[in-house]
């Protein structure tokens, strides 16, 4: 499977890289808790609500162009020819 990442999630405080390859596991809330693993606290606290049962407030994720939101969320299935891309929510002028 494949992840990118943009924006300040690029940054060394989060992953340090522009994208990554692993294996797939069985669904987005597993991935989140392997991001938190690999890439520390501070992202894992932007991947999951507060109380870990969503998707966090500052996170977009797709997978392979969808959102996972309109998918099923941290239940969204993954295979490992998916294109999972992970993005901040971002605010600007």
Request: glycine share 10%; net charge negative; proline share 5%.
């Amino acid at each position: 499977m494949k992840i990118s990442f943009f924006a300040y999630y690029r940054e060394p405080d989060y992953a340090g890289c522009k994208e990554t390859t692993m294996t797939a596991p069985p669904t987005l809330k597993e991935l989140g808790e392997q991001i938190r693993a690999k890439y520390g606290e501070k992202f894992g606290s932007e991947f999951f609500s507060e109380d870990e049962t969503a998707l966090g407030e500052k996170i977009i994720i797709l997978v392979n162009g969808r959102r996972a939101e309109f998918l099923q969320g941290l239940r969204t299935p993954l295979s490992d020819t998916d294109h999972v891309q992970i993005f901040p929510i971002v605010a600007g002028g």
